[in-house]
């Protein structure tokens, strides 16, 4: 029994469940039952913003490789939460794997994608597996639209906020999976 909800979700974070219950045989990530109150939602400003004022907060941005190389957040690292095939979209069976080697379970992070989605996903297994301070970027690299296009939320780009390309050395997935690609 707990003491009241705010023990119960300190429960919650506090546990890693055990791979098999994170990731299927196809290397999918199983959905969650994540509590809202167990992550942070951030606009790309205040993404900014805290990045800026913490040196130990991390931006992982979970796009495909192309999708980094083409253009992402300054400073941000890249592990894929799914690889662009031929096919379409296809889930990266090591993510949890290169975030477990390269980020400590108390280390700050902040997840993006293109728009939030992925990031959402990737948000709910990271927490899932233990890690205690991570928060999801709404609107991600390239925000929100509607079905026509035309933007509902803007993104890090659009709201012009600093941008790389191409690989940073050491902070690229190949660098980060030790050159495995999926």
Not at 19 to 40: A, T
Not at 66 to 92: D, I, K, T
């Amino acid at each position: 029994s707990f003491c009241s909800t705010t023990c119960w979700f300190d429960f919650l974070r506090q546990r890693p469940m055990p791979r098999e219950q994170l990731v299927n045989g196809k290397g999918e990530l199983i959905p969650q039952e994540i509590y809202p109150m167990s992550y942070k939602d951030l606009t790309p400003i205040e993404a900014k913003e805290l990045l800026q004022g913490d040196q130990n907060c991390v931006y992982v941005d979970v796009r495909s490789i192309p999708e980094f190389q083409n253009g992402h957040p300054v400073g941000s690292w890249n592990v894929p939460v799914m690889h662009r095939e031929a096919l379409g979209m296809v889930p990266n069976p090591d993510f949890l794997t290169v975030m477990q080697v390269h980020f400590d379970l108390e280390r700050p992070l902040i997840i993006g994608c293109q728009s939030g989605q992925r990031s959402v996903e990737a948000t709910q297994a990271l927490i899932a597996a233990g890690y205690k301070d991570v928060s999801n970027v709404r609107g991600g690299f390239g925000g929100v639209r509607d079905a026509s296009g035309a933007e509902l939320e803007k993104g890090w780009f659009s709201l012009g906020l600093p941008v790389d390309y191409g690989e940073p050395e050491g902070r690229s997935y190949s660098a980060l999976a030790g050159g495995r690609q999926g």
